[in-house]
């Protein structure tokens, strides 16, 4: 089973900051890494796609990359609206298909 | 657009049993594979299972193997989930989740609202 580990836990930021989030695999995945972004009482909501790919409808403030073990996920200057929780999730190896514990980003 | 809206959730004593139950529109069923994901109050995603468009075929996360079955019918652009044997941590919300191509490429495009399955005495 592929284990994904999100760092950090929470980061406290100031809307208009960047925010950087990390995501590493237990084993390769190649590019085959999403991100998700969570809101209190919403279903998850798809941004990013085969590590860079931004999803239909998501802003370009929000790029991925990475490839192998080692990914990221970067806000480039924090809304209001981008308060959330945000999820990887790899399809390289599955099943079972995993997710990371994910990281919250809540306002400072 | 897509619509994913589940049903069957409630609570439940341990050892029963539930089906939830989701109906899809706006795209067609019949060519995507089709997932159930959970979510335990307060915690991470989980996978539980995959069926696929073509022939059925059907995977299931360790936890759920020999309790649930993932089940479709085309002709009601209906997703199941059947969960039999019911313990404390099936607790969750349980997510509809379509994949974002008929290849399935197992990469989720499109969730329901979700339905909360509470497993409890």
């Known amino acids: 089973e592929v284990v994904l580990t999100q760092s950090p836990a929470t980061l406290s930021l100031s809307p208009g900051e960047r925010a950087t989030l990390s995501c590493r695999a237990s084993?390769?995945?190649?590019?085959?890494l999403a991100w998700y972004q969570q809101k209190p009482g919403q279903a998850p909501r798809l941004l990013i796609y085969d590590a860079s790919n931004r999803a239909t409808g998501i802003p370009a403030r929000f790029s991925g990359s990475g490839s192998g073990t080692d990914f990221t996920l970067t806000i480039s200057s924090l809304e209001p609206e981008d308060f959330a929780v945000y999820y990887c999730q790899q399809r390289q190896h599955w099943p079972p298909l995993t997710f990371g514990g994910g990281t919250r980003v809540e306002i400072k | 657009e897509v619509q994913l809206l589940e049903s069957g959730g409630g609570s439940v004593q341990p050892g029963g049993s539930l089906r939830l139950s989701c109906a899809a529109s706006g795209f067609t069923f019949s060519t995507y594979a089709m997932n159930w994901v959970r979510q335990a109050p307060g915690q991470g995603l989980e996978w539980v299972s995959t069926i696929r468009n073509s022939d059925g075929y059907t995977w299931y996360t360790d936890s759920g193997k020999g309790r649930f079955t993932v089940s479709r019918d085309n002709s009601k652009n209906t997703l199941y989930l059947q969960m039999n044997s019911l313990r404390a941590e099936d607790t969750a919300v349980y997510y509809c989740v379509k994949v974002g191509t008929p290849t399935m490429n197992m990469i989720f495009d499109s969730w329901g609202r979700g339905t909360l399955v509470t497993v409890s005495s």
């Open positions: 084993q390769s995945v190649s590019v085959f």
